[in-house]
């Protein structure tokens, strides 16, 4: 169960002109802007749901995601997932969650991907028959098989996504954050990646938090939609609030954009 | 330990791939800090005393305070190049890990091509203490252990205070490495050469003095006995800096995705 209640959260941006006078003035004198990146977000999501959280660039998608992870503080607001406060129980509460950041990667990447999640076994502490259990399975799901003895930085984008996934889940997290997953993937890439969290979550009845610009992404996985914009949150329900009466979710998703001046 | 143990591990995994590079910068570090020897024994061809010190008590004091310096760069290089740890959104990731977080910065990196310093820092060590003249006795190698341990936490914390700032700024700043790089350099020499101002400073507000200066006074048999246990009240000198740490991590704000 995951409760958040008017958080709010700020940043100080400095803005200047380009050009190198500018800069110069800038060190003198800086002029800083703050930004509500979260401007009192509240939602619940219930154990086993999957949930797409949508929203232009900037919206505050990831700062919603790093508060729900633990990394960021909030000023104002409550945020209780499982009981827990994130950024209070910062290392009881991340054991159970698995994030993926899409462009970014967990895997070392000069050596075999099997040796960065033996470290990760390690990491979690992951009792040798659950991890032994999980990575066959997780092996089989994604098909890994070979790719488990190849460097990271010699896999293809599609193939470390599936590492990159495997890896986060090898502890059994009962919540699963994906930030962007099928973020430049060809189209086999991506079904197997949409293939495999569809199977997660009916399997193992995992939470799943899913970020992403891709509708078709959204289509596939999610009933339950979650739109942010501007740092607040102007939509809960379901894809069809936004398709009806348009050709394509895209388009519907673009004119909701508009009319909202987001 | 454990887990330091095997990030140990996966780091020198990772550097076999690069055998070459591995070799060139061992031989670069070494030849490093070999220059600065060179520097000593020159300067003292020319003049045979520095305040009172001579060349073989100059080359032990150097020869201490380099390996001081050398065990706590091997250890906490992951401070050092904690910058860039933020900046790449790094330390997101370090984060929502479920351990702690100073262990998990300090297994971040590992330096191995530090081994070359490591190997000149011994020769260097064992060097000094030949050449030094001194009529060692239990007590007093018990305080060169003393000073090996408060020196590597004085140096360490620096490192740690040079993180913290990263949070503030998320860069390294240079200036930092006065007292870090600087104070290796300068502490090729007991501190009170540089005159009395300075060695108030290394006593009272970063304690160099402590685990250089005073416990040197003892081996050479000019200071009291009490001087060998300075660098232990030395060591307090990390209680401010995991303070700023840990005041740091509270402004944390990570880089965009």
Redesign the interface.
């Known amino acids: 169960m995951i409760t958040l209640e008017n958080v709010c959260k700020t940043?100080k941006v400095s803005r200047r002109d380009a050009g190198f006078s500018s800069a110069f003035k800038a060190l003198l004198h800086r002029r800083c802007e703050l930004i509500h990146a979260l401007d009192n977000v509240s939602f619940t999501i219930a154990d086993g749901e999957m949930v797409g959280y949508i929203g232009p660039n900037g919206a505050g998608k990831?700062s919603t995601i790093?508060i729900l992870?633990?990394?960021?503080?909030p000023e104002e607001g409550t945020c209780q997932i499982n009981g827990l406060t994130p950024w209070k129980n910062?290392?009881?509460h991340?054991?159970n969650?698995g994030?993926v950041?899409g462009?970014?990667t967990?895997l070392?990447?000069?050596?075999p991907v099997m040796?960065s999640f033996?470290?990760l076994k390690?990491?979690?502490?992951i009792d040798p028959a659950v991890y032994r259990r999980n990575l066959e399975e997780l092996t089989d799901m994604l098909s890994l098989g070979e790719l488990l003895r190849t460097?990271t930085r010699q896999l293809s984008l599609g193939q470390r996504m599936r590492c990159e996934i495997a890896a986060s889940l090898l502890h059994d997290p009962k919540i699963l954050f994906l930030?962007e997953p099928t973020i430049g993937l060809d189209a086999v890439s991506k079904l197997a990646v949409r293939d495999f969290i569809l199977k997660l979550n009916a399997e193992k009845k995992t939470t799943v938090i899913l970020t992403t610009h891709d509708m078709q992404d959204i289509e596939a996985l999610t009933s339950r939609i979650i739109l942010i914009g501007k740092g607040k949150i102007l939509l809960d329900g379901v894809i069809d609030d936004i398709r009806e009466g348009f050709e394509s979710t895209e388009e519907g998703l673009a004119s909701f954009y508009r009319s909202h001046d987001i | 330990m454990r887990l330091y143990g095997k990030f140990f591990v996966m780091h020198l995994k990772s550097i076999m791939g690069y055998k070459t590079s591995f070799l060139l910068s061992c031989l670069g570090n070494f030849l490093v800090s070999f220059n600065v020897f060179l520097g000593i024994h020159f300067m003292f061809r020319r003049f045979s005393r520095v305040e009172g010190f001579t060349y073989s008590e100059v080359l032990l004091c150097w020869g201490i305070t380099l390996l001081e310096f050398t065990l706590a760069e091997a250890f906490a290089r992951g401070f050092d190049t904690f910058g860039s740890v933020v900046r790449q959104g790094e330390f997101d990731r370090i984060l929502v890990r479920p351990r702690n977080v100073i262990l998990q910065v300090l297994s971040g990196h590992i330096e191995f091509s530090r081994i070359g310093r490591v190997l000149q820092a011994i020769v260097m060590f064992v060097f000094g203490i030949r050449m030094s003249g001194v009529r060692w006795t239990t007590a007093k190698a018990a305080a060169v252990a003393v000073m090996l341990l408060g020196g590597a936490v004085v140096f360490a914390g620096m490192f740690v205070i040079y993180a913290a700032i990263c949070f503030f700024t998320l860069e390294g700043l240079e200036f930092m490495n006065i007292f870090t790089d600087g104070a290796r350099e300068y502490g090729k020499y007991p501190v009170s050469i540089y005159g009395k101002r300075v060695l108030q400073l290394c006593t009272f507000v970063v304690p160099y003095a402590l685990i250089q200066y005073y416990p040197l006074l003892y081996l050479l048999d000019r200071g009291k006995p009490w001087y060998a246990l300075l660098p232990l009240a030395a060591c307090l000198f990390m209680v401010p800096c995991l303070l700023l740490w840990r005041l740091g991590m509270r402004h944390y704000v990570s880089a965009g995705s």
């Open positions: 940043y990831s790093k992870s633990g990394i960021l503080t910062r290392i009881e991340v054991k969650i994030v950041f462009q970014r967990q070392w990447w000069d050596v040796d033996e470290l390690e990491i979690y502490r460097p930030d």
